[in-house]
């Protein structure tokens, strides 16, 4: 499994993600784009197609766009991903 996470150092929901698979044993890529956010931001919207404002994180699975925390959790929940 091939996991991405793009997040900014200050943000909270990044800060929930990063833990959340680091106590389920995840091994994960971590891309923090503080300093140049916008940019980042404009590409990971061209790159997965997302129409509306894009927050972080954004965590990728095998090259599938999750989307943030709370979808990371609901998709976990609900079987969609296991780990």
Do not use: S, W
Not at 18 to 42: S, W
Not at 46 to 72: A, S
């Amino acid at each position: 499994m091939n996991v991405e996470i793009y997040t900014l150092d200050y943000c909270p929901f990044c800060k929930r993600a990063l833990a959340f698979l680091n106590d389920h044993n995840v091994e994960f890529t971590q891309y923090k784009i503080d300093g140049n956010d916008a940019e980042m931001r404009k590409k990971l919207g061209e790159m997965y197609n997302i129409k509306e404002e894009v927050t972080v994180p954004q965590i990728i699975i095998d090259g599938k766009r999750i989307g943030g925390y709370t979808d990371l959790i609901a998709a976990y929940e609900n079987g969609e991903i296991k780990f």
